[in-house]
């Protein structure tokens, strides 16, 4: 294991259970494409550089895409001191001079014999893939002859078994005894140890790490301060993009606003279109519904012609909303009343003040006002019969009893003509030898009634 996989197997394991094992596939996959320089470029394969006491001599190896190819001997610490090979000044690190500046920083694993490891094949549940170490833990004392705190152990999975899944593990366990001569033998190198492991049949290493994982020497990364600063222009990148996202919404936010208040006040100012229309549409309604249920001049003075007697004459006639006026000379102002009762189109016929004597003409002036009435309600048709003037010639005065209409009812006289043959007759003009009336003021003649 490296150190980075020390330090986030753990935490990958709880999060992805084989992440471990899927980023080594990965990596290792992704690396095989790379050209060699590229891949030594990245860190990529690099190795690891590799002590293995040899009697009285520590053979220094570098062990990439697993071949070991042998670099140096040195003489084992104790029997005698590592020669510089320029001068004697002390250096902080004994393989400073000694190799190239790329293979000095390697990882350094101390290979142990293989006859010096206890090794036992076992069968776990697939579940302890990713925390192996932890497991076999708990399997050193009835696995082996030796306690768990004196012997350094790991374990590394050999394959799975297709009928139940479980996995076949080889727990490696080297006494501590065993361990110590050979880290003696590093001296001063021993402290900048990695990693130990232990040699297999083919001369290799089997690829386990028996060194506690606090006591491993994290090597530095030279690619760590490039990535720190990718991983920070990531992050500002990623910030300036969000921030763009952001304004870039604002502003479609903005737009969206502006376009939603120009079609607001286009529907503010139709809807105020549509309520004038509205109150035009009303206005109109209810003019034509209030001229409908009025009479119109015409009826009205068709039924005055019909209605009114032959020694009657108007010089005003006003229609005032639903109030009628009558103002005119009549030699039989008293009897108006019960000839304009029953009407269709007037009702509450009455004088509206005393009869005035005129000298010049021989009649009485009036004064006569009446309601008008709903023309919806009550139809021509629907009246009663209408009252008609003596004939030409005849004597007002001198006229039947009987052909006079009861005040209180709306019957027509004996011998009253029909309502067609009243319709159809005209209001005829005062007699030859009756002097004109005066000629009333201009402006309280609304409708003159000279004529019929």
Not at 343 to 362: E, F, I, K, N, T
């Amino acid at each position: 294991m490296t150190g980075w996989r020390d330090r986030l197997g753990p935490t990958m394991a709880r999060l992805w259970p084989g992440a471990d094992r899927f980023l080594s596939w990965w990596g290792h996959n992704l690396a095989a494409w790379l050209p060699d320089r590229m891949r030594r470029a990245l860190g990529v394969g690099r190795g690891r550089l590799t002590f293995r006491a040899s009697g009285a001599e520590i053979v220094l190896a570098r062990q990439r895409d697993g071949v070991l190819d042998e670099l140096a001997r040195i003489p084992a610490h104790g029997d005698a001191t590592v020669p510089p090979p320029f001068t004697g000044e002390p250096v902080a690190d004994p393989l400073g001079r000694l190799l190239a500046p790329r293979i000095a920083e390697l990882p350094r694993w101390l290979l142990l014999p293989a006859a010096s490891c206890l090794r036992r094949r076992l069968a776990l549940p697939a579940a302890a893939a990713d925390r192996l170490r932890d497991v076999v833990g708990f399997e050193v004392d009835r696995q082996t002859p030796f306690e768990a705190a004196d012997v350094v152990y790991d374990a590394r999975l050999l394959g799975r078994r297709e009928a139940d899944g479980q996995l076949d593990v080889e727990l490696v366990v080297v006494p501590r005894h065993a361990v110590a001569p050979q880290r003696a033998a590093l001296g001063p190198l021993a402290d900048g140890l990695a990693g130990i492991d232990v040699m297999g049949e083919d001369g290799l290493p089997i690829g386990v790490n028996l060194l506690p994982p606090d006591a491993r020497r994290q090597q530095r990364d030279p690619w760590k301060t490039w990535n720190w600063g990718l991983a920070l222009l990531a992050v500002v990148a990623s910030a300036l993009m969000l921030w763009q996202v952001l304004q870039n919404r604002r502003a479609a936010a903005d737009a969206f606003e502006q376009q939603i208040a120009a079609r607001a006040e286009a529907g503010r100012h139709a809807a105020q279109q549509r309520q004038q229309l509205q109150h035009l549409v009303d206005g109109q309604r209810f003019l034509d519904a209030a001229r409908a249920a009025r009479p119109t001049s015409i009826d009205v003075m068709e039924e005055l012609t019909r209605r009114l007697p032959d020694s009657t004459y108007l010089e005003k006639l006003s229609l005032e909303d639903t109030r009628m006026m009558l103002i005119g000379l009549s030699s039989e102002a008293p009897a108006l009343i019960s000839r304009l009762q029953g009407a269709p189109y007037w009702r509450s016929p009455a004088l509206a003040g005393a009869l005035q004597p005129d000298p010049a003409s021989g009649r009485d002036r009036f004064t006569l006002t009446a309601e008008l009435v709903n023309t919806a309600v009550q139809t021509p048709l629907e009246a009663g019969p209408v009252p008609v003037a003596p004939g030409d010639g005849e004597d007002p005065a001198e006229a039947p009893a009987a052909a006079m209409p009861d005040a209180g009812s709306g019957t027509p006289p004996v011998g009253a003509p029909s309502p067609e043959a009243a319709s159809e007759a005209a209001m005829p003009a005062p007699p030859a030898d009756m002097p004109p009336p005066p000629p009333p003021p201009a402006e309280h003649m609304n409708n003159p009634g000279g004529a019929p």
